[in-house]
């Protein structure tokens, strides 16, 4: 089971950080992924980070403003988003597949094997 946490109602230019935790599995094994869908709008791959290797991928209209990054400790996995832009607005989703290939192969979102319920980030103008 997967838990997502930290959306909220920002600024545009400000930070939040969104958590995705597990239960009842462990990472090491898994692509970890995040979504996001907007409203009116198809779902899109934001980022994933690859747990065997630890290689991760952006997508083109995050990268720069956006880390992931684990605890594995913690069995979590981050989300940083920095400079948000009103564009960023979506509900965000994260979502696991036991895999060690590379993670953007998950990008599509297709045949994940756990998805968390989505957290809701708002950017206002």
């Known amino acids: 089971q997967l838990q997502a946490s930290g959306g909220g109602l920002v600024q545009a230019g400000g930070s939040l950080r969104l958590s995705c935790a597990a239960s009842g599995f462990t990472f090491d094994d898994y692509a970890i992924s995040w979504f996001r869908q907007a409203p009116g709008k198809e779902r899109e791959g934001v980022s994933c980070?690859?747990?065997?290797?630890?290689?991760?991928y952006y997508a083109d209209s995050v990268k720069g403003r956006f880390t992931i990054s684990s605890d594995n400790a913690k069995n979590t996995v981050y989300l940083q988003m920095n400079s948000l832009k009103p564009e960023d607005t979506a509900v965000y989703y994260c979502?696991?597949?036991?895999?060690?290939?590379?993670?953007?192969?998950?990008?599509?979102?297709?045949?994940?094997?756990?998805w968390g319920r989505g957290t809701l980030v708002t950017v206002s103008s």
């Open positions: 979502a696991a597949l036991q895999t060690t290939r590379d993670c953007i192969a998950t990008m599509n979102g297709d045949g994940m094997d756990y």
């Open positions: 980070i690859s747990m065997s290797d630890g290689s991760t």
